[in-house]
């Protein structure tokens, strides 16, 4: 069964530091986004993802983030500058279309540790 | 900005009784619901959700109920078994204007199937 994977699942980071999170999204899926979980909390949207282009970002996708398609099946979430409260589960999924009736299959995340 | 609610944060069922889940939501935009199953270390499961437009969705075990008057949906695992053991969150999405639709997720809840 098709599945969307996550690399590395676990990834500690200076603060300060650049981090690179990649995603191998559904072969045949067109659109993709990312999601962190902060320990203890909820899941939140960072940011949406088609047609090489941004469809839409939270407000926590500030422009210490940024998100690439670099080639046809990988999918980054490029995290300039860390700070400690970007500690969290990284979570990318990939839909074959983008409707809101359309389901988001999710990868087995990166957890990031900021220190 | 709690839009999807998940009021127990734990629930305990006997092996082979009945697992109910709920799960409350104030938007009403909100046009699909979905349930992930979540087991530690691992990305949100896919395993059942339901259109705005109906009342009842069944896959097996698990059926979602979902009443709209009261913006209340429900989740269903008929019997439960040790493997259920997980947290599960409830999740909507809203059609977008833009190309892509996120989901707004609850806090979850943890379900403990015992012997």
């Known amino acids: 069964e098709p599945e969307v994977t996550q690399t590395p699942s676990h990834q500690v980071t200076q603060m300060g530091q650049e981090v690179i999170l990649r995603c191998v999204p559904i072969?045949?899926?067109?659109?993709f986004y990312w999601y962190r979980q902060i320990l203890g909390q909820k899941v939140e949207f960072l940011v949406s993802?088609?047609?090489?282009?941004?469809?839409?970002k939270s407000e926590i996708f500030d422009d210490q983030f940024s998100v690439e398609r670099p080639d046809g099946s990988n999918f980054t979430l490029k995290i300039r500058s860390t700070k400690l409260e970007d500690s969290a589960m990284y979570f990318c999924?990939?839909?074959?279309?983008?409707?809101?009736?359309?389901?988001?299959?999710f990868g087995p995340g990166t957890r990031l540790t900021v220190l | 900005d709690q839009q999807v609610k998940q009021n127990s944060p734990s629930l305990s069922v006997q092996e082979g009784r009945i697992s109910i889940l709920n799960c409350d939501y104030t938007?009403?935009?909100?046009?699909?619901f979905l349930w992930y199953k979540k087991y530690p270390a691992e990305g949100p499961t896919f395993l059942i959700s339901?259109?705005?437009?109906?009342d009842k969705n069944e896959d097996g075990r698990f059926t979602v109920f979902l009443n709209k008057s009261a913006k209340h949906l429900s989740l269903h695992i008929v019997p439960s078994q040790p493997g259920d053991s997980a947290v599960y969150f409830c999740?909507?999405?809203?059609?977008?204007?833009?190309?892509?639709?996120?989901?707004?997720f609850g806090t979850g809840t943890r379900l403990q199937v015992t012997l």
């Open positions: 999740a909507a999405s809203e059609p977008f204007a833009g190309t892509a639709s996120k989901l707004t």
């Open positions: 999924a990939s839909s074959f279309q983008g409707q809101s009736t359309d389901t988001q299959y």
């Open positions: 072969s045949n899926h067109l659109y």
């Open positions: 339901i259109s705005s437009i109906k």
């Open positions: 993802f088609y047609n090489n282009e941004i469809s839409e």
């Open positions: 938007n009403s935009m909100f046009d699909y």
